[in-house]
T-cell receptor, first 115, second 112 residues
C-alpha cells in the first residue's frame, strides 16, 4: 500500500516570489507520482507526472518537481509565482503495474499568492 | 475533444434517499474511477472499472455501488444517504496509468 503526505496545508507567498510545496510518499514498491491542481469549484487538473527516467519533470506553466528516491520526496517548485497560481495542489501516487489503478492523494496544500 | 463529463453538477438530497451520479469518459478511455472529496480533504478512491468489470474498491460501505456500460460510461449509486456523504464526487478516466488520469469537474452532493 502507498501513502502520500503533504505537510503544509496552506502556503502564503508573495507574487513573483519562489515557492516549494512539499510531498513525501511511502510505498513498498515503485510508484508513479503526480501533482494535480484544483481551482475553486472545479475538478483536478494534471500538472505534471513522474514515471521513470529523468528525476526532474516540468510543466508548461513553469512548475517543476524533482523525484528523490532516497528521501521519498516529490516536491513541487516554481521560481516566480503569479496570482493565477492561487489554487489547491494535490500530490498523488499510483502503482505502475499490477492490480487496479488506485490513485492515492495527499491532503492538499492551498497556495495563496499575495499581491 | 470533450473531456470527462459528469452530471449533474450539483445535487441536494435528503437523508435516507438514494442518488445516481453519471460519468462519461474521454473517448477511447476504457478505465473509469470514482473518488469522493470531502471538503478540506484529498480525494478518496471509491471504485475503478475497466472494460465493464470492477477492478478495485476503496474502503466504502456497501451503500456505494457502481457500474460501467458498454460505451464505457459509468454510474455511481449511493443508497440510504447520510449527512456524511456530502462531498464532491469526482470521476476520472484514463487510457493507461502511465498517461495519468483525467478528472471531470465533479458532482457536488449535499445531503440535508
Amino acid at each position: 500500500a502507498q501513502s502520500v503526505t503533504q505537510l503544509d496545508s496552506q502556503v502564503p507567498v508573495f507574487e513573483e516570489a519562489p515557492v516549494e510545496l512539499r510531498c513525501n510518499y511511502s510505498s513498498s514498491v515503485s510508484v508513479y507520482l503526480f501533482w494535480y491542481v484544483q481551482y475553486p469549484n472545479q475538478g483536478l487538473q494534471l500538472l505534471l507526472k513522474y514515471l521513470s527516467g529523468s528525476t526532474l519533470v516540468k510543466s508548461i506553466n513553469g512548475f517543476e518537481a524533482e523525484f528523490n528516491k532516497s528521501q521519498t520526496s516529490f516536491h513541487l517548485r516554481k521560481p516566480s509565482v503569479h496570482i493565477s497560481d492561487t489554487a489547491e495542489y494535490f500530490c498523488a501516487a499510483a502503482p505502475p503495474s499490477g492490480g487496479y489503478q488506485k490513485v492515492t492523494f495527499g491532503t492538499g496544500t492551498k497556495l495563496q499568492v499575495i499581491p | 475533444d470533450a473531456g470527462v463529463t459528469q452530471s449533474p453538477t450539483h445535487l441536494i438530497k435528503t437523508r435516507g434517499q438514494h442518488v445516481t451520479l453519471r460519468c462519461s469518459p474521454i473517448s477511447g478511455h476504457k478505465s473509469v474511477s470514482w473518488y469522493q472529496q470531502v471538503l478540506g480533504q484529498g480525494p478518496q478512491f471509491i471504485f475503478q472499472y475497466y472494460e465493464k468489470e470492477e477492478r478495485g474498491r476503496g474502503n466504502f460501505p456497501d451503500r456505494f455501488s457502481a457500474r460501467q456500460f458498454p460505451n464505457y460510461s459509468s454510474e455511481l449509486n449511493v443508497n440510504a444517504l447520510l449527512l456524511g456523504d456530502s462531498a464532491l464526487y469526482l470521476c476520472a478516466s484514463s487510457l493507461d496509468r502511465a498517461r495519468g488520469y483525467t478528472f471531470g469537474s465533479g458532482t457536488r452532493l449535499t445531503v440535508v
